[in-house]
């Protein structure tokens, strides 16, 4: 009876994790302009540095992430509204307890973690910049493709939109 209802509660909540997620919006949407990101602002085609694929600081086998680096973090932050910079600061508190609990007593990684900036958006980009290389980084399985096939797309059209003599032709990708 115990192991029925932990199917029926878990797989419910499974469920309910599912269905949030496929009515979640885009993370990142393509415009002739430039990247807009969900909770970050927005990256005109001029000042966006790469996309690619890479890894948290845990070497080798730290987690995959999809990253995005930029020309100018400051020039990003200024198209963020108050919001998305509570957002990152938000993300940035949750990701040092985060990292604490699970470095704990692992390595000297913990130094790290307690340099990341509290309130300055441009210092916590920095901050994730020089620790994982990228300005924003997202867990793959934020999308529904593979990493590669994420940088590929963004690449693609970034090369279409800057060959295009109107650029107005090319409809937003999500």
């Not at 919006?25 to 690619?52: E, H, K, M, Y």
């Not at 992430?65 to 963020?80: A, C, F, H, N, Y």
């Not at 924003?136 to 797309?153: C, D, G, I, K």
Request: proline share 7%.
């Amino acid at each position: 009876m115990v192991g029925a209802i932990g199917c029926v509660f878990f797989g419910a909540g499974g469920a309910f994790i599912v269905w949030k997620k496929l009515r979640e919006p885009a993370v990142l949407t393509l415009t002739p302009a430039g990247i807009r990101v969900q909770s970050a602002g927005f990256i005109p085609w001029a000042n966006l540095d790469a996309v690619g694929v890479g890894r948290t600081p845990d070497g080798p086998y730290g987690a995959k992430i999809i990253g995005i680096r930029v020309k100018s973090q400051k020039q990003l932050v200024e198209t963020m509204s108050p919001q998305e910079q509570r957002l990152m600061r938000g993300a940035a508190r949750v990701g040092r307890a985060a990292g604490f609990a699970l470095q704990a007593g692992r390595h000297p990684g913990q130094k790290a973690l307690r340099s990341v900036p509290r309130q300055d958006p441009v210092a916590i980009m920095e901050w994730t910049r020089s620790t994982t290389g990228w300005d924003l980084s997202w867990s793959p399985m934020l999308f529904n493709h593979r990493s590669t096939t994420v940088v590929e797309m963004v690449e693609t059209y970034h090369r279409s939109v800057r060959r295009s003599s109107s650029p107005d032709t090319f409809p937003p990708h999500r």
